[in-house]
C-alpha cells in the first residue's frame, strides 16, 4: 500500500536519511525503530508530505504520492504534538478533520460517533487546557484518525498514557488495522514492538540496518540459547556440546555449539540419568537486538559535514 | 483554496467572538475623542498667566507694554531681582538703557519656567513697545490714531482653494492636516496591533506544538496565509464598526447644536450658494460651524475612506508576513520575540516619524519619496491624500505607490512563506539572520 524507495534527505549538517526503502502492507502495522536522531522524524515528514525528499520515490498504492492530494489519506500523529489551547474542544475536533477534507457534516458525524466510543461526549464544550495530558492524548489519537484515513502514522503514541487508557488506544489500532487501515508506529520502547507491530524496520544514522517481521529478526539473531531445566545435572565439565551461560539451581541457560543439535543435548542429559523436565529455545529480545545493532555507533548522533 | 478557506474563516471567528475585540472595538474611539476634548480643554482652560515684574532703565516702557490674560506686567517700583517672588511675580524682566539701531540684550531671570510659547509672546511685546515708543518719539502721530490704525489693518483673512483647472475648490488646511495626521497615525496603530496579533497567533501554533498536526493537513504557506487573511478581515471589520460608530457620534453631537444656530447656519449656507462673496452676517459660532460643514462637505470622503482601506490592506499584508516569519522562528521566549521584532518595528516607528514631517510640506520630496517606497508609503501617503487629489498627490503617484505596495507585499509574503515553512517546524535553538536569509533565498 505504501512504498518507500531510495528515499535521501540531506540537511546541511547532516545525512538526515540516507537512501532507505521499505514497504508497508495493507491492513499491516509496522513498526519504525531507531535510537534518537536516526531520522525516523524526517522519514515521517516525507512520508506525510512536510517534507520534500531530495531523492528517491513515494508511491502510495502504486501511484506517485502528491501530498495535495493525499494529505486526506494520511492520519499523522506527531512525536511534538498540541492542539489550540483556547479553542473548544469538539469544535477543534470539526475543524481539524474539515481540513483534512471531510464537508462540515461527516466531520461533525465523525466526530460525535468517535467522541461516545471514547466516552468523551461530556468534553464538547471544555478546552484544552482543562484536560489531564492523558485525556489530550486520547483526543489527540481521536483527531489523527477521525476522516478514515488509509495510512496513519503514530509516533510515540503511548507516551503519557496510563495502562488502561494505553490499553485502549492499542485495541484501537488492532481495529483498525482489521479493518484495512495501514498504520506506521513509531517508537523506541521494544515491548510494544513486540507486542503490537507485524514488521519492522530499524534505522539508525539515517540508514536501514534491519528489516523484516517480528520471527524472522528474532530467528535471525538468535544465539542459539536454550533454557533446560533437569535433576540432577550431568558433569558439565568437558562436554564438546554446549557451554553453560548461567545456572540456577534446577534450570540453565546453555548455549549449543555450532554442529550440534538440541537433539544431541537431550541425548547426552538422558544419557546421564537426568529426568529433563523442561526445554526451551530462548529468542533474543527485540530490545536486546536493538542495543546490540546500535550500540557502539555512538548514541547521540554526531555532525557530519556532507559532501554533497 | 477550499482549505485556506476554513482557515480565514477559524482565524475571524475565534477572534471577533472574543471579548477584548468587542471591548476594543468601542473602547478605543472613546478614549480617542476623550483624548482630543480633553487636550483641547486643558489648552483653553489650563493656560497659566504669568506675573512679570519688569525693571525698567529707561522709564518709559510702563507705556507700551501690554498686559492682559497670559502675562501682566508689573511696574511696582520697589521690585527687584532679589524680591520678585515675594511679590508674586514668576519673573523679572531687566531692562537696560537702549542704544539706537544695536541688539541690546534683555535679561529674564525666573524661579519657575514660562515656557516655549510664553516667551515667544513676552519677545514679541517688548519689539511692539519698542517700534510704538519709536513711531511715538520720531514722528508726530497721535497714539490714538496709531491704535485705530492697528485695528483696523487686521483684517486679511487666507482663504485656501485648491486649483483643479476649471473648479476652484474650497479647502482647509488645517481639516486636511487633521484629517491626514489621524490616517497615518491610524494606519500606523493597526499596522502594530494586527501584526503583533499575526506573530502571536503563529507563535500560538508553535509553542502548543500544534503546527505540525496542521501541516500535515495543509501546506504552511495556506496556514500562513489563511491566518494573516483572517485577522485582516478582523482589522477591516473593527474599521468598519468605527466609521458607523464615528458617523452615529457625529449625528448625535449635530443634535445638540440650538436650533437658533442652526438656522443662522443654514442662512449662510443659501446666501454662499447664491454666489454672494460676501459672508452673510453671524455670530462667531454659527461661522465656525458653517466652515466646518464646508470644508466637510468639500472632502472628498468616499475617496479617503477607499484610499484607507486599500493602504490598510496593503501595509498590513506588507508586514503582517514578515510579523508571521519573525513569529515561526521564536521559541517559547518572548525575549526573543522582542529582538527579533526589532528590525520589522523600526520601518514601521520611522515612517511615523517621516510622517510627522512630510505632513508639513505633503508635496516635497520627502513626502513624495516616502509614499512611494513601500516601507512608509502607506502612512505617509494616507497623511497626504486628505489635502487633495490630483492637487497634492498627482494621480502617477498615488498609482506608483498603490502599484509599488502591492507588488512588495507580493515579495515579502513569498519571501516570509518560505522563512515560515521552515521556522515553524523547527525547534531548539534560535536561528541567526544568516540562517533566515538561507531559507528564505535557497531552494
Redesign the interface.
Known sequence: MLEVEHLKKYFTTQKAVDDISFKVNKGGIFGLLGPNGAGKTTLI?MI???FYPDEGSILFNGKKFI??AD?AR?G???E????????KIGEQAV??A???GLSAADALVQVKEWFIRFEMQSWWNKKIEDLSKGMAQKL?FV?TVLHRPELIILDEPFSGLDPVNANLIKDEIFRLAAGGASIIFSTHRMEQVEEICDHIVLVNKGKKILDGTVSEIKQEYKENLFRIAATPFPALNGNELFEVITKKEESMTIRIKNGHTPNDVLRYFIDHQSNISGFSELLPSLNEIFIKLVEGTSLSRQFQPNQS | MHKIGLIIRREYITRIRNKTFLISTFLLPIIFILGIVGTIYLGIKGKTSHRVAVMDQNGYFKEYLKSDSAIFFDFSPGIDTLNYAEKNCSAVLIIPVLEENQKTIYRLKYKKQLGLTSIDDLEKRINTAITDHLIYSKTNISRGRLDSIRDASDIAELQTFSDEGKKSEASSQGLSYGVGYACGFLIYLLTFIYGAMVMRGVMEEKTSRIAEVIVSSVKPFQLMLGKIIGIGAVGLTQFLLWIVFFFALFMVAQAFIPHELLMEVKNMQSANAMGNGQMAQGSEAAKQIFELKQSIQHTNWALIISCFIFYFIGGYLFYASLFAAIGSVVNEDPQEAQSLMLPITMPIIFSWIIMAMAIQDPAGPLAVWSSLIPFSSPIVMMARIPYGIPTTVPYWQLFLSMILLAGGFLFTTWMAGRIYRTGILLYGKKPTWKNMLKWAFKS
Open positions: 515528514r506525510t508530505g512536510i501530498p495535495d494529505y494520511i499523522y500523529m506527531p511534538e504534538r498540541g492542539l489550540y489551547k483556547k479553542m475543524y481539524l474539515q481540513l483534512k489527540q483527531i
